[in-house]
């Protein structure tokens, strides 16, 4: 899978693979598409329902003139016996990297396309250009570009190594994760982590160490995980967007887990991953 950006202004080559018998189009709403099993759900251009088409791809860099496309248009009230409709906090787990990474790419474009009809600067309207990777003002021409908006995402670690996790109240009871938060404007990355975690359970970190990112289309998130040390143990929770938190032993999430109490994130988020990586694998 390649996102060929190069060929996202190539109206003629974009027009010539819409017609490749290889072509294959994903139909995206409401950051949903259409699942069967562990694959997305694909359909040919010609079989693609109407709607605003977004160049994801091709799977050679274009040489073969095959591409992947995604179509925004409703969902089948009725989806075909074995398929429902899903997004990729249901499904992102059980996809493949490429199909995940294509759904993420879908997603994130048809919330943005959603959301972004008229131009910030005058109010106009805005047209989709280069292949949906741009909108642009039909009043004073300006382009505007998808909005990606970071996060970071962190597990926190204090000498004894016991894992730090919370619960928000909007969460079935007995979830928690790691902490996490929207950076701020003109802050770093680092200092957005000490932030959120004093904000949110009053604990002051050092050693902030970058991880890894994944793409988070609710609508546009980038989460960008850390970990980081704490300089205490002591708790003094928020109370609104953390209601719940506390130190686990390895031990002692295996025993929660085990017994029903304690309930991780989807096996398909780096809050996952932050998780299962300082447990040593093995969970889920």
């Known amino acids: 899978m390649n996102r060929s950006a190069h060929l996202r202004s190539d109206d003629a080559w974009i027009a010539a693979a819409w017609g490749h018998p290889s072509s294959k189009v994903l139909v995206v709403h409401d950051a949903r598409a259409l699942v069967g099993g562990e694959h997305l759900v694909w359909t040919s251009p010609s079989n693609a329902p109407d709607g605003e088409r977004l160049f994801l791809g091709t799977p050679d860099d274009g040489e073969s003139g095959a591409a992947y496309f995604a179509v925004m248009a409703d969902l089948p009230d009725e989806p075909p016996e074995g398929t429902q409709p899903a997004s990729l906090r249901d499904v992102g787990a059980v996809l493949s990297a490429d199909e995940a990474m294509l759904l993420a790419h879908a997603s994130a474009l048809e919330q943005w396309h959603v959301r972004h009809p008229r131009c910030p600067r005058c109010g106009a309207p805005t047209t989709a250009s280069v292949g949906g990777h741009i909108r642009v003002c039909v009043e ?6 998808p909005r990606t ?3 970071v995402i962190m597990l926190v670690t204090d000498d004894a190594d016991r894992a730090l996790l919370g619960h928000q109240p909007s969460w079935p ?5 790691t902490l996490a938060g929207y950076v ?23 050693d902030v160490r970058y991880v890894e990112s994944q793409p988070w289309p609710f609508p546009s998130s980038l989460m960008l995980a850390f970990t980081a040390h704490a300089r205490s143990s002591d708790l003094a929770l928020d109370g609104v ?3 719940d938190a506390r130190w686990f032993t390895r031990d002692e999430m295996t025993a929660c887990i085990g017994d029903g109490s304690l309930r991780l994130p989807m096996r398909a988020s780096v809050a996952f ?4 990586r300082w447990y040593g694998g093995g969970l889920g």
């Open 273 to 276: 991953r932050l998780i299962n």
């Open 149 to 151: 908006d970071p996060a």
């Open 140 to 145: 004073d021409g300006s382009e505007h570009y």
């Open 241 to 243: 967007e953390i209601t």
């Open 173 to 177: 009871q007995g979830r928690m994760s």
């Open 184 to 206: 701020e404007a003109g802050e770093t990355l680092e200092e957005a982590v000490v932030r959120e975690v004093g904000e949110e359970v009053g604990v002051v970190v050092d």
